[in-house]
């Protein structure tokens, strides 16, 4: 049986869209559960990268899942140390859709991301939207990207107080409420909110609000007050960067090929609870960094992720393997150091076995023609 009361008069970390999703679920308006057959989130690894979803209305453990879409903070941690124990993952991404959820279990998962950055790269992005609980867990991340039409914000605290009195009363329905100890539930679905529990409440609302605010001060390092100015306001991506609550717009796509490989090759990994597989249909990993899509939505250049560092080690990278001209190419399409390595490595692979096919000209090799072709080639890559 579901624990509804986590819903019902409790402190949320959501934005309206949700709470509405919330309430329908509870009367029963939408599915409640889903069968194993059907599409659920997945953890996924692409070439040392896992991609964790961050889905929907957001509740405390995998049992309070009450309805197809949310997504608990305890499979959102599963999936975090997962990928922690993955040897071949070196960056976390959060890859983040959510209006937010509950304030439950919230602040141990953000615990979990903070310790996870001590042992890989872990970032974050808003695709297409990260508000209230959702906006805490991508400010927990060493960088919040947002895609073009994304949203984040919603820093607050809500609940919703429903009571039936005046219906039942209309009903001819008399309802009495017996207790020993006189704050004993209250508030209730029975009874007017008294003054002195609506003041009890907010009091208790007003110190989720203040955990927030000091998270979100923590993590992306601004002013308390210009945080506590924002008044759990929703921003586009513009307002966002302006404001400090995100750090750049750039496609998920985009994104997600500057953190792998030009040539991605998928490993779905499974864990303890259902999580999401990858979004981008493999066809279209090879257009990643060939299409002026794959390039960031913003004006600013596709280098605005790579270092000043980086770019001098990726032309110094091409000019000893003899392609000088290769850098600007690989800067524009925002490859990181280790994808033009891997290219690099490719590319010689290929030319010293033209080389081997020319030089040899048709004749049975045998190992010191082959070894001096490859020495050949090596010595010239170094030239």
């Excluded at 995998?62 to 040897?87: Q, V």
């Excluded at 945080?227 to 750049?248: F, M, N």
């Excluded at 779905?268 to 066809?283: F, G, Q, R, V, Y």
């Amino acid at each position: 049986m579901m624990d509804f009361s986590k819903y019902i008069n409790s402190p949320l970390y959501v934005c309206e869209r949700d709470i509405g999703m919330m309430s329908s679920a509870i009367q029963g308006k939408v599915k409640l559960f889903f069968n194993d057959d059907e599409v659920v989130p997945r953890l996924s690894i692409k070439s040392g990268v896992a991609v964790i979803p961050v889905r929907g209305s957001l509740v405390q453990r995998d049992r309070d899942a009450f309805y197809y879409g949310m997504t608990s903070y305890e499979s959102i941690g599963k999936m975090i140390n997962a990928a922690l124990k993955h040897e071949d993952v070196d960056t976390l991404l959060l890859d983040i859709d959510s209006g937010g959820g509950m304030v439950s279990g919230l602040f141990d998962l953000l615990d979990t991301i903070v310790a996870a950055r001590e042992q890989k790269k872990v970032i974050a992005i808003s695709n297409e939207s990260a508000y209230s609980a959702a906006y805490a867990i991508g400010s927990a991340a060493e960088k919040l990207y947002m895609t073009s039409t994304a949203g984040v914000g919603s820093i607050g605290v809500l609940m919703v107080h429903t009571e039936f009195s005046e219906l039942y009363k209309s009903a001819g329905i008399t309802t009495n409420v017996l207790r020993v100890g006189d704050e004993k539930a209250k508030p209730n679905a029975l009874e007017k909110l008294e003054d002195k529990t609506r003041t009890e409440l907010l009091d208790s609302m007003k110190k989720s609000y203040d955990l927030f605010v000091d998270s979100v001060v923590s993590h992306r390092d601004i002013d308390r007050q210009a945080v506590i100015d924002t008044q759990a306001r929703c921003y586009d991506s513009d307002e966002a960067i302006k404001l400090g609550l995100a750090d750049a717009v750039i496609s998920y796509s985009a994104l997600l090929s500057q953190l792998t490989a030009s040539d991605l090759t998928e490993n779905t990994m499974s864990t303890d609870t259902p999580t999401e597989t990858a979004e981008i249909p493999e066809a279209q990993h090879a257009q990643v960094a060939e299409t002026p899509e794959a390039k960031p939505v913003q004006e600013a250049p596709s280098t605005a992720m790579i270092s000043a560092e980086s770019i001098k080690e990726i032309k110094g990278m091409c000019e000893t393997a003899g392609c000088p001209e290769r850098a600007l190419g690989f800067v524009a399409q925002g490859f990181n150091v280790k994808q033009v390595k891997l290219v690099l490595g490719e590319l010689m692979v290929a030319e010293t076995s033209a080389n081997i096919d020319h030089s040899i000209k048709g004749e049975e090799a045998n190992d010191k023609q082959v070894l001096d072709v490859m020495v050949d080639a090596m010595n010239k890559g170094r030239k």
